[in-house]
């Protein structure tokens, strides 16, 4: 039998039809003791990837593990339909974009549904039926079907509106000025590391550039912008692009010069602005002059081609003394202008970027490696030591990094300048438009600064289990620097209106923070037992904080399943929510939720990565198709890859190879249990009791992990150590039926939650319950057999030894003589050890106790020489080691009952003798530094 044996096509489709039909997956209240878990629900933007499926399979592995040891569990899901991704979706469609309508049809979508696809709420129900049937479902997840819910069902709606209801209540809704991120074609954004309404770019931030007006001497304005405004006080000169068109507009009654891009940018974030529809070629204003606002110095206009029209305003201006590119810049223009050193800095010169540029040996502008270098060289010894000189007038004296916004509040002060807002990075809306940013007069914020709410949500996450424990650490950070978020945006949104202001929606990440609580209702509205007009705010408030009285029974029904299984125990979802979800879904029930119902944990995962480490992203394509992977290599290896192939918290790439090789483990462990089945019935007592001792061990370390979220731990020792000591055991000639019968049965157990398929196929071979529904494995101390697990540990070290001797030596053997430790080595080692475990290893003192014993003196060369040896010894084991060095077994009556499985392997005679016995003392002999468990090798 080999791997194309086991269908597991066919496998995996027979168990996910048995559990569905049975409805397994139901949530009951039986046990007394319940747990609640699920994932970040997705948004509905495209076909999920297979690096979706990573944390989707733990939710599912964690759940099937609480179940089976006793818990009742809920395992809920849903789709995160608001904001924008299915609006510019349906788009796409609607616009016959041929790479979406491609895209569709690869996944075998008819024509006709591809039409109906240009409606965003058949966008969410398509995919919705996508998500739960041909990746939930087919995965074998044990999702409560019953729950599932979408964030622009009227239901939920009305959940939201109750949520913003309570902040305005407890004063965390305020309405303050506001730069946000806005595209032209779908209007607000959110940009962040979710990427919920964006393709690109969710690292951005944005930066605000205090933007000096230099004035030319017609009047015309000339902004310039910059990060550091406190080095006007150093300017040489302007750079202006000469290759392209500028453009006029009057600004707040004054004619300003700036690039067509920033003009575009301009018209959202200042009030008054009005395009001239007159242009200027960069090529005339070079030659020209212009002034600096606050010193009053008038400065030539340059050429520089490397001045970006979509950067700021198109116009630079030069620092050379502190800006290694100005400084280069200057250099290659050949002009007679002398660099301004503003700056003193410990460690430079007179001029500072100079100094660097050739210290790194720049020569053109070319060289942006060396000059980012450089850059960043200067701008952070200027920072940390550095100090305005005497050219800075009243600033003269104070330190960089203490300057702050003297200069540019001084500047907005005068009209001489006023601030720009770009991102770090550019931006692109999930529509394919850039992203630019707007301002809002008077945007609504829920007030995450509020200090007694942040020093309540720290003291709530001091509670939690958080995984993994450095975002715990680093939890109370995250909540402090966590700012006032605007919460609603204007435009073609899906969502929920915002109770305090017509026509605005609220974003995605804001309806995304007590979602879990709507999963409890979910089930009602969607049985048709309370609908969603009978939602209002006297319902959720006795629902969720047990204010008022039940207006219909079915109040007291939802209530009660409320209390039963809130809190949350575990909020699953990736690395990019530990900044954005995570904080405001703590945040939010800190605020609304009484303190019993507050979240318990939050296990953060890593991602599945491509090749050169790049995020897979819905947006980008993607590697593999979830359904294509699924047909090729099994769920169950699937999920075995994700759940060992790496911590979950490190990022894995995604490996077809890795893949397949899990694939090939399932069908080998069916193989071998197959095989197990036509063995005649044997026993042997010492060889038994040792299965059945590294049984409890596997037990007792898959267990101890699970029970930490360990899932890599669990994982290798169900699937790896449990393997190879049944084949050992097979190996070494055992086969008591009951014994592996009972063995294949507890095995089963354990991979149950993380491969259900095989198991449920190996457990039916001789069951007709589920697998799923049983107990999971409780460790037994009493059937641990240290003895037996010493003899076989010392029988794997010689048969490995002698391998590794055969294999260097390439000799062919006739005879294997073994010579085990005499006893007196034994008893020495075994004291020493105690010792050293308690710190009191004195190799004289021992040494003195040892000659005590005439036995001992008789032998005193040959004991001199051995304990002189424990030291490095001692040092060279682990805890596992001291354990079974510390257990006195007959090493050489062992190994004889075992000389069969040793003449079997290497073909040849094998015989043992104890060194004692042989009276083998002499110090040249090979044997004399053999201690426990470690015999002496001879081959002929």
Request: net charge neutral.
């Amino acid at each position: 039998m080999d791997a194309k044996s086991y269908n597991y096509i066919d496998i995996e489709q027979k168990w996910q039809n048995k559990w569905f039909e049975d409805k397994i997956y139901q949530a009951k209240k039986e046990k007394q003791k319940k747990f609640l878990i699920h994932f970040a629900y997705p948004g509905v933007s495209g076909y999920l990837h297979v690096g979706h499926m990573r944390g989707f399979t733990y939710c599912d592995i964690i759940a099937r593990y609480k179940r089976m040891t006793g818990y009742d569990v809920l395992f809920p899901a849903g789709f995160h339909a608001s904001g924008i991704p299915s609006i510019g979706f349906a788009k796409k469609v609607e616009r016959k974009d041929k790479n979406t309508i491609n895209y569709l049809k690869e996944y075998g979508v008819s024509d006709t549904l591809i039409e109906k696809l240009s409606d965003p709420f058949e966008v969410v129900k398509y995919f919705g039926n996508v998500y739960v049937n041909d990746y939930w479902k087919k995965f074998g997840f044990l999702i409560d079907y019953s729950r599932i819910m979408s964030t622009i069902s009227l239901g939920y709606k009305k959940f939201i509106q109750w949520q913003f209801y309570k902040l305005k209540e407890k004063n965390l809704l305020i309405q303050k000025p506001h730069f946000a991120p806005f595209c032209p074609n779908c209007g607000p954004v959110a940009v962040d590391k979710s990427e919920t309404d964006i393709s690109q770019g969710g690292s951005a931030e944005i930066l605000e550039f205090t933007t000096i007006k230099f004035k030319m001497k017609d009047g015309t304005i000339l902004p310039a912008a910059t990060l550091r405004p406190e080095t006007i006080f150093g300017v040489t000169n302007m750079w202006i692009n000469p290759n392209i068109i500028y453009v006029k507009a009057k600004i707040n009654n004054e004619t300003w010069i700036v690039s067509k891009e920033s003009l575009d940018k301009l018209l959202y974030q200042l009030d008054d602005v009005k395009a001239l529809n007159e242009t200027i070629s960069g090529k005339d204003l070079i030659g020209k002059t212009c002034m600096i606002p606050m010193i009053n110095r008038e400065i030539s206009i340059l050429p520089g081609p490397f001045a970006d029209p979509a950067v700021a305003t198109g116009i630079v201006m030069s620092v050379p003394a502190h800006a290694p590119y100005d400084w280069i810049a200057l250099v290659e223009s050949k002009t007679d202008i002398e660099a301004i050193t503003i700056i003193d800095v410990k460690g430079f010169g007179t001029n500072p970027a100079k100094e660097a540029c050739d210290s790194l040996g720049v020569k053109n502008q070319t060289e942006t490696e060396k000059l980012d270098i450089a850059t960043e060289e200067v701008y952070k010894k200027e920072f940390h030591t550095g100090y305005l000189n005497e050219k800075c007038g009243e600033y003269a004296g104070i330190k960089i990094s203490d300057i702050k916004d003297a200069v540019k509040n001084d500047l907005i002060s005068k009209n001489q300048a006023f601030v720009m807002r770009e991102f770090s990075e550019e931006v692109i809306c999930r529509c394919g438009g850039k992203v630019i940013i707007k301002q809002i007069p008077d945007q609504w914020f829920i007030k995450y600064s509020d200090k007694e709410l942040t020093e309540r949500s720290k003291d709530q996450a001091k509670t939690m289990n958080i995984y993994p424990k450095e975002y715990k650490n680093e939890m109370p950070g995250v909540l402090d620097w966590f700012d006032d978020r605007a919460c609603i945006r204007r435009g073609s949104w899906l969502g929920t209106e915002f109770p305090f202001k017509k026509d605005w929606i609220i974003e995605p990440i804001s309806d995304s923070t007590l979602y879990p609580a709507y999963y409890i209702i979910a089930k009602y509205v969607n049985e048709n037992k309370i609908k969603p007009d009978e939602m209002t705010e006297e319902f959720f408030d006795f629902v969720f904080i047990g204010n008022g009285k039940p207006q219909r029974p079915i109040w007291d029904e939802i209530k009660a399943d409320f209390d039963y299984w809130y809190p949350v125990d575990i909020n699953l979802g990736g690395k990019e929510h530990k900044t954005v979800h995570f904080p405001v879904f703590l945040m939010n029930h800190v605020a609304v939720m009484p303190k019993e119902k507050r979240p318990r944990g939050i296990f953060t995962h890593w991602w599945v990565t491509q090749k050169g480490n790049e995020k897979i992203s819905k947006s980008k394509g993607g590697v593999e198709h979830i359904a294509e992977a699924a047909s090729k290599y099994g769920v169950d290896a699937m999920r075995l890859y994700y759940a060992h192939v790496g911590s979950p918290f490190i990022d894995i790439e995604w490996d077809p190879e890795a893949v397949t090789k899990y694939k090939n483990k399932i069908a080998n462990i069916y193989k071998m249990i197959n095989q197990i089945g036509k063995l005649d019935d044997k026993s042997d007592v010492n060889l038994d009791n040792w299965l059945m001792s590294t049984l409890q061990r596997t037990i007792k370390k898959t267990t101890d992990a699970f029970n930490v979220y360990g899932l890599r731990v669990a994982t290798n020792e169900i699937f790896f150590e449990c393997q190879k000591n049944i084949q050992w055991y097979l190996n070494r000639g055992g086969s008591n039926k009951k014994l592996l019968d009972n063995f294949i049965n507890i095995w089963t157990k354990l991979m149950t939650p993380v491969t259900p398929h095989l198991a449920e196929e190996i457990w039916h071979r001789a069951k007709k319950n589920f697998v799923s529904n049983e107990s999971y494995p409780k460790f037994n101390p009493k059937e641990i057999s240290e003895k037996e697990e010493v003899g076989e540990y010392l029988l794997s070290e010689v048969a490995d030894d002698i391998a590794e001797i055969l294999k260097v030596t390439k000799i062919k053997p006739k005879k294997i003589c073994i010579y085990t430790s005499p006893v007196w080595k034994q008893e020495i080692f075994r004291k020493a050890i105690e010792l050293a475990a308690e710190n009191k290893l004195n190799i004289g003192i021992l040494m003195k106790e040892i000659m005590n014993d005439p036995k001992m003196k008789i032998i005193a060369k040959q004991v001199t020489q051995f304990v002189g040896k424990l030291p490095g010894e001692v040092l060279k084991l682990n805890e596992n080691d001291t354990k079974r060095y510390l257990i006195n077994i007959k090493e050489d009556e062992y190994i004889e009952k075992s000389k069969g499985y040793l003449k079997n392997i290497f073909s040849c005679d094998i015989e043992i003798f104890n060194a004692e016995d042989k009276n083998i003392y002499d110090p040249a002999d090979k044997t004399r530094f053999a201690i426990p468990l470690r015999p002496a090798i001879y081959i002929e």
